[in-house]
């Protein structure tokens, strides 16, 4: 059998396809709720809550759910969370995540607006996440992309978040 | 002027499992197999088209799916031509639209039909993708793609505060398996399982083993949803009217999960209820049901949440043998989503299917004297639900 040289799709020449991007298109530009990008680069954990009716949405939004009011403010969330329940993918975790895998349903208490929110635990080597364990918000680099804007390439900076666990584990 | 009634005819499905064929192969097969189903029904008998497909713009660079089939299926729709997305409900949303396009007059027969090309030439395309499915910058972005990991909280939760054991989320894969030996047209055709086999798989995501997960799959289905006076000419078979539905969405993203926990699934209780209400049935007039096998554990909470059994019950429950073929109510008796495999958009049609047969008596697995059945999708991370109930006689 001739093996062929693999050459990928020729016509896309390693050019950036935002409908592959795993990571959001944060910046100003596409996204009207950009500031909660801008506020996890202050370790801030946000959202928008109405200044009608009171109402905390999560995730943010640009009108508020329940009455579709757009006079909305910014406001922190807990960045520490409890977790209620986890699951460890060790082999065939997506394409750009790396084993384990851990996803965890959050319990952010009582008093937290956003009572209950599935995320990713980090820094946390497999089998040492306990049921119970109390985690806080880490934000970190994920690759930036390019923004045509006329005839110039302007590059945007990104960061995403995650949960590790508030005592660090070995 | 009385109400028209909405009839299914039947309808076929095209093979399932990782096929070599395009998608419109696959539709093409599916409308193949329909027409040997409903023989007296031609092309331009057809006047409405409901095509289901999450998958066919990004996987085959078909965006604006209906128009290609109205091509490859010498169609000439003159009532309504559209692509419906609701992933995994794709079908079924499809037949509660078609349900209330032959009610209201606008069609007197219409096609739904769903297909997915999962597979694609290199693996981690398929699981890719399943990143764009969920709530993209929010979930997805935290890894959250392919399925298991999502259902493994859940029976992890399940078995917390129920006491629910991984035998008893077995004895759902061996009835499912099982079944789905007799159905050449599944994706695990002809194999069967046993309870062994069943608890020493290989783990994918505790607590959930191979076994317990149905897998992507590629595959087609289309039925046919006419008024009665049309299904008249078209049939001689035993009618089956489609009697309720109801299709509950709460939230996109985990932030909005509507349960105390997440073993509570009060989104489908409300589906049920809406169903059983417009179908004007309860729970114990259901004699067969095909409902969402996903994993093992979504069987289980949904044979509670539909009220087959009482709530947290449902492991003992299908330990019992309530849902094998002598039973009471036996489910998923063509092999579910476990054997048959899930290509989302068709996967509802292919419910559709048995339960058709099952009422017409002509199913492999005959449940005896079936007047009134019941299908359930749930889509994404149990983030929908979607409930059609079928019976031999229409709603008074």
Not at chain 1, 104 to 124: E, H, M, T, Y
Request: hydrophobic residues 40%; glycine residues 8%.
């Amino acid at each position: 059998m001739q093996t062929a040289r693999i050459e990928g799709t020729p016509a896309l020449d390693g050019k950036y396809i935002s409908e592959m991007d795993l990571w959001p298109l944060e910046c100003k530009e596409f996204n009207r709720l950009y500031k909660f990008y801008d506020y996890l680069r202050e370790g801030r954990f946000t959202t928008t809550r109405c200044q009608k009716c009171g109402n905390v949405a999560f995730p943010p939004g640009v009108i508020c759910p329940k009455c579709w009011s757009d006079e909305l403010e910014w406001i922190d969330l807990p960045t520490r969370a409890t977790v209620t329940t986890f699951t460890e993918t060790v082999t065939g975790a997506p394409l750009g995540f790396d084993a384990p895998l851990i996803l965890a349903w959050l319990d952010f208490g009582k008093d937290s607006p956003v009572k209950q929110l599935l995320a990713r635990i980090v820094n946390c080597p497999e089998g040492k996440l306990k049921e119970g364990d109390e985690v806080k918000l880490v934000v970190f680099d994920v690759p930036a992309h390019p923004i045509e804007v006329k005839k110039e390439t302007k590059v945007c900076e990104r960061v995403y978040y995650a949960f590790e666990p508030v005592e660090k584990v070995a | 002027m009385a109400k028209k009634n909405a009839v299914i005819l039947g309808g076929g499905v095209s093979k399932f499992g990782v096929r070599e064929a395009h998608i419109l192969d696959l539709f093409q097969e599916a409308a193949k197999a329909c027409s040997d189903d409903i023989p007296a029904l031609k092309p331009t008998d057809i006047d409405g088209l409901l095509v289901c497909s999450t998958m066919a713009g990004r996987h085959s660079s078909a965006l604006n799916t209906a128009p290609l089939l109205v091509q490859r299926l010498g169609l000439r729709p003159t009532s309504i031509c559209t692509r419906l997305d609701t992933l995994c409900a794709g079908s079924n949303t499809g037949i509660i639209l078609a349900k209330g396009l032959i009610e209201s007059g606008i069609s007197d027969v219409v096609m739904v039909t769903g297909a997915e090309k999962i597979f694609l030439p290199q693996r981690w395309e398929t699981n890719y993708t399943q990143l764009m499915v969920n709530d993209h910058d929010w979930d997805s972005a935290m890894g959250l793609g392919v399925p298991p990991p999502f259902f493994a909280l859940i029976a992890k939760m399940h078995m917390k505060r129920y006491g629910t054991t991984r035998e008893q989320m077995a004895h759902v894969s061996v009835a499912n398996y099982n079944y789905g030996s007799t159905n050449p047209n599944a994706h695990f055709y002809p194999r069967k399982l046993t309870m062994d086999e069943a608890l020493s798989a290989r783990p994918i995501a505790e607590p959930l083993s191979l076994f317990d997960c149905c897998p992507l799959t590629d595959g087609a289905s289309a039925v046919i949803i006419a008024s009665e006076d049309r299904a008249r000419d078209l049939t001689d078979r035993p009618l089956v009217y489609i009697r309720g539905t109801g299709q509950v969405a709460t939230h996109s993203m985990s932030a909005g999960w509507p349960g105390e926990t997440l073993a509570e699934w009060p989104h489908l209780k409300k589906a049920a209820e809406t169903a059983y209400k417009n179908a004007q049935v309860g729970p114990e007039d259901i004699d067969v049901a095909n409902i969402h096998d996903c994993f093992t554990i979504s069987e289980i909470i949904e044979l509670e949440e539909l009220g087959f059994c009482n709530k947290g019950e449902g492991g003992p429950y299908v330990a019992s043998g309530a849902i094998n073929i002598d039973a009471k109510r036996p489910i998923n008796t063509d092999g579910g989503l476990i054997s048959c495999g899930h290509p989302f958009g068709a996967s509802g049609a292919r419910q559709a299917i048995e339960l058709v047969k099952q009422l017409q008596g002509r199913a492999t697995n005959q449940v005896k004297g079936a007047k009134v059945a019941l299908a359930h999708n749930l889509s994404g991370p149990s983030a929908q639900h979607t409930v059609v109930i079928y019976g031999r006689e229409p709603v008074k």
